[in-house]
């Protein structure tokens, strides 16, 4: 009881619930389902694009990550490297209403029903919310912000959650649950609640490779972001990202990463933000590999 009121005044927030209350710019890690959605709108896996280091959008210029110039980048080398030139240019062949709608069937801007109260939304910003909210219409630099997880863009960690393990699933959206108790299942008192399920995602197995393959490589290949999350002998496929935040120019970065494991018949789908971060890759990549490590040498694989 002494703690309390230090916990409750500490500017930190121990006690305020991130993973169902907490509100972020997700980043790089909503380029997965950017991916899938411009994929799903026709445009083709064999896409390659320049990034120079930036793309100029009328008198705009988006930089790539820390004005990075990546050369000629298909989809899957974009995943791993996180290039943002490549997501800018494939956000507006995609167009806004493709990727708006996957983000909604998987669940972003809504609540996931877990059974614990006080959930957040988050926010999934739309045309009409642009015109009602500031009297504006949508424009393409909205959309290049929202294809590399910026802009007005709001989600929880279990929302990012629920993403990897749709990807992880093969398109299989469950409602999450928690689990209370372990029983053996010949137990009396044992009873199977069959897991529920939200909607399946009709994506084409050679898209699902595609975006999953470029996961593996974040964290499997040597020039993937998320290659500090490796651990040995255990494939898994990750995606990384860094969100600014607070006052423009500051400085501040919530890192990311999203994973799922074992790669080849996934049990685990994870999500880690972490405040005050250098990046996704740098900051949040090794926690993340400890996580899956303790993981792992809990089921006697370690």
């Known amino acids: 009881h002494d703690a309390l009121p230090i916990l409750l005044n500490d500017p930190r927030k121990p006690l305020f619930n991130r993973a169902l209350n907490g509100l972020y710019a997700p980043g790089s890690v909503f380029k997965p389902l950017v991916a899938l959605a411009a994929l799903e709108q026709g445009v083709g896996p064999d896409l390659t694009l320049e990034c120079p280091g930036y793309f100029e959008l009328g008198n705009q210029r988006f ?48 609540k996931t029903g877990i059974s614990l109260d006080g959930e957040s939304a988050g926010l999934l910003p739309g045309k009409a919310w642009k015109r009602q909210t500031f009297g504006e219409a949508w424009r393409d630099g909205d959309t290049c912000n929202i294809a590399v997880g910026q802009g007005a863009l709001q989600v929880t960690p279990l929302q990012m959650a629920m993403l990897t393990a749709t ?26 609640i069959p897991p529920v399920v939200v909607r399946r995602m009709h994506w084409p197995a050679d898209h699902l490779a595609l975006v999953k393959n470029g996961m593996r490589d974040v964290v499997q290949d040597a020039e993937g972001t998320g290659r500090l999350a490796q651990l040995e002998g255990v494939a898994m496929a990750g995606k990384t990202g860094t969100a ?9 970065k919530h890192g990311w990463m999203i994973l799922f494991a074992p790669f080849e018949q996934p049990r685990y789908a994870v999500a880690i933000v972490m405040d005050d971060a250098v990046s996704g890759g740098i900051s949040v990549g090794p926690r993340m590999r400890q996580l899956m490590r303790e ?8």
């Open 295 to 302: 993981i792992f040498t809990g089921e006697g694989n370690g």
């Open 63 to 110: 930089a790539c990550y820390m004005g990075e110039a990546h050369g000629r980048v298909n989809f899957r080398r974009a995943i791993r490297i996180s290039c943002n030139v490549f997501f800018y240019q494939l956000g507006l062949k995609c167009g806004y209403d493709g990727i708006y709608n996957m983000a909604l069937a998987t669940g972003f801007g809504q």
């Open 244 to 252: 600014e935040y607070g006052r423009k120019g500051a400085g501040q």
């Open 167 to 192: 990807i992880a699933n093969d398109g299989c959206l469950y409602q999450p649950r928690l689990v209370m108790a372990e029983r053996e299942p010949n137990a009396a008192e044992f009873q199977e």
